[in-house]
T-cell receptor, first 117, second 111 residues
């Protein structure tokens, strides 16, 4: 089956630094990828829709200057948490769908756990 | 986006069938019904999806009510590995296909 890989799986950083998380579709092309964050014992919250070759679409309440998304190729999207603070500590999950399949299965990465000290 | 309602938690015995309900009374004609599950500290895993007809795959079955206002995910023989949070989500074909997660149902499987 299709695989989505995230890197790093976990990262610890100091407050004020920026952290980049990569999301790759390993065996398929993804025009659109989605970024979620999840706090302990809560559900996933959609942050933004990442579109290859164009600007990401952010959900209401998500700061686009805080969470920079780049989708430069059909197999790679990156999320950069800028000037991270302890409240940004969370589990970040990306997902992707095979290009052209708007209603099909969504493939999820393993998640990246960010801890900001 | 149309909303879904699921019980917060359910319990099942190992090797018995499990029926996980989902209500989606405001579903529109173009909404697909998706089910995903998530184990702790992992990304969600696709289970099944459908539009109008019942669907079967190797993991589960999806029974969709005739009026489409509810659906049921059926695990035919629960195993301990099926213990997870199960999410029922509506995906609108006209909306980039994004999925908005609700709170889901936490399924406990007892040996």
């Amino acid at each position: 089956g299709a695989v989505v890989s995230q890197h790093p799986s976990w990262v610890i950083c100091k407050s004020g630094t920026s952290v980049k998380i990569e999301c790759r579709s390993l065996d398929f092309q993804a025009t659109t990828m989605f970024w979620y964050r999840q706090f302990p014992k809560q559900s996933l919250m959609l942050m933004a829709t990442s579109n290859e070759g164009s600007k990401a679409t952010y959900e209401q309440g998500v700061e686009k200057d805080k969470f920079l998304i780049n989708h430069a190729s059909l197999t790679l999207s990156t999320l950069t948490v800028t000037s991270a603070h302890p409240e940004d500590s969370s589990f970040y999950i990306c997902s992707a769908r095979i290009s052209g399949q708007v209603t099909g299965e969504l493939f999820f990465g393993e998640g990246s756990r960010l801890t900001v000290l | 986006d149309a909303k879904t309602t699921q019980p917060n938690s359910m319990e099942s015995n190992e090797e018995e069938p499990v029926h996980l309900p989902c209500n989606h009374s405001t579903i529109s004609g173009t909404d697909y019904i998706h089910w995903y599950r998530q184990l702790p500290s992992q990304g969600p895993e696709y289970v099944i999806h459908g539009l109008t007809s019942n669907v079967n795959n190797r993991m589960a079955s999806l029974a969709i009510a005739e009026d489409r206002k509810s659906s049921t995910l059926i695990l035919h023989r629960a195993t301990l590995r099926d213990a997870a949070v199960y999410y029922c989500i509506l995906a609108r074909s006209s909306n980039t296909g994004k999925l908005i997660f609700g709170q889901g149902t936490t399924l406990q499987v007892k040996p």
